[in-house]
């Protein structure tokens, strides 16, 4: 049987039988449906989450039991007190919880509406851009239908993306960006089950680190109130920089047979979007690269540092996972190849040593503080001499009366926020 573009599936997550009429015929008015219902984006997000759920239904996504849920909480609750003498901040977990895959997709879609819509935008308009303009007047109302078919595509590409995503991920903050709700603690049994196994390590030790990594992820973004709006705005901003290739979706349109269906099912956008060469494109992916590199940088340092004497297999542990963060794993490589965002941490190695080197010299709060505001970060530049950074002329006094659970600078708004122009910081907008 071929294959159904997209992933689309009837109720109950089997896709349609080609040589069964009635079921073709309610596939044909489900396409015929999301067709005729644009969405408030440039992205189907409907469609991109009735794609990933029906991935996942053929995947398998197992239920979290009871077991498993106690066993996560209980294990982020030991993560949170092994990391209090290795932070100076208080934790930052307000919930924690278990999620099986598609909990993962609906918690953190919102998040992904940001990040996508402004690259899927300049697809659509691409798309639109491709009918010669003495067409245009006559198309009339049918031009709509252009921008409507290219959130389709998009937004069924982007759920196979996500659908394979969900299926890798071990909890809410695994790829280093605040994706789920803050203070959400959120682990998937499923998928530290299975990526213990590929380990050969115990499933609770496994958890158990998986867990130190998500409570230092919890703490680091909770306490540093400009750090979400900085990394989200730094994805956007190398998004900005994209560049559509016009040829690359005129191609792919070229296959597409209004009278078959089945023939968007060899449409494939990977290669439309490629970043563009120019010193400002390069500048932001730095930037990027950067804040990637400080956050995960800054979390395997901790958690190294809180279970180095705890854990048994730390040291592997810590291995796999900068390993497994620096290289990035063949759903995030797929999701890169869409939507032109590589979301892997270059040098995360130098930015653990630079957070060592911060800690020898300055000691924990000293470390920490340097997030009090985006300026006191290190730069690319920085990342080749540690030590030096560690130790220049900060005048450490300065540190004493240091509030750890205050805005360390001018909040950054996460896109899509309105700035907060009254200059206090309780996040309204006083006249």
Not at 105 to 110: A, C, N, P
Request: glycine share 10%; aromatic share 6%; hydrophobic share 45%.
């Amino acid at each position: 049987m071929p294959d159904i573009p997209f992933g689309f599936a009837l109720p109950g997550g089997q896709p349609p039988d080609p040589n069964d009429p009635a079921q073709m015929q309610q596939f044909m008015s489900q396409l015929q449906h999301l067709l005729s219902a644009p969405g408030s984006g440039p992205v189907n997000w409907d469609l991109a989450r009735q794609v990933a759920a029906s991935q996942l239904a053929a995947a398998g996504d197992p239920a979290v039991s009871p077991y498993e849920r106690n066993a996560v909480e209980e294990a982020l609750r030991l993560a949170d007190l092994w990391l209090e003498p290795a932070s100076a901040w208080p934790t930052g977990i307000q919930s924690p919880v278990a999620w099986n895959r598609n909990e993962w997709i609906f918690k953190t879609l919102d998040v992904w509406r940001k990040l996508c819509d402004p690259v899927a935008s300049r697809m659509v308009g691409a798309m639109g851009d491709l009918v010669p303009p003495e067409a245009r007047a006559q198309l009339g109302p049918m031009q709509s239908m252009v921008a409507t078919l290219g959130g389709a595509l998009f937004g069924g590409q982007l759920g196979q993306a996500l659908g394979s995503l969900a299926a890798e991920v071990l909890s809410a903050g695994d790829i280093g960006l605040p994706l789920g709700p803050a203070g959400t603690a959120a682990l998937i049994p499923a998928n530290i089950r299975a990526y213990g196994e590929g380990l050969e390590l115990p499933e609770d030790e496994v958890r158990l680190y998986v867990a130190l990594r998500e409570a230092a992820h919890q703490r680091l973004f909770q306490h540093v109130p400009w750090l979400r709006g900085h990394v989200l705005s730094a994805v956007e901003m190398y998004a900005s920089g994209i560049r559509v290739n016009r040829e690359a979706i005129e191609e792919a349109m070229g296959r597409v047979d209004p009278t078959d269906p089945e023939s968007m099912q060899a449409i494939a956008l990977e290669g439309i979007f490629t970043p563009e060469d120019s010193p400002a494109q390069k500048a932001s992916l730095a930037r990027l690269e950067t804040a990637l590199a400080l956050v995960e940088g800054w979390v395997c340092h901790v958690v190294d540092s809180a279970a180095s004497d705890r854990l048994p297999n730390v040291v592997r542990l810590g291995e796999a996972f900068r390993r497994r963060r620096a290289a990035g794993g063949p759903a995030e490589q797929t999701f890169a190849a869409l939507v032109g965002l590589e979301l892997r941490p270059r040098r995360l190695r130098e930015a653990a040593a630079l957070w060592a080197a911060l800690t020898e010299h300055r000691g924990i709060a000293g470390r920490d503080a340097v997030w009090g505001h985006p300026d006191l970060l290190p730069s690319d530049d920085d990342f080749a001499d540690p030590v030096a950074f560690a130790m220049n002329d900060m005048d450490l006094s300065e540190l004493d009366n240091f509030d750890f659970t205050a805005p360390g600078g001018v909040e950054e708004k996460a896109p899509g926020q309105p700035d907060d122009t009254d200059g206090d910081t309780d996040g309204d907008a006083k006249p």
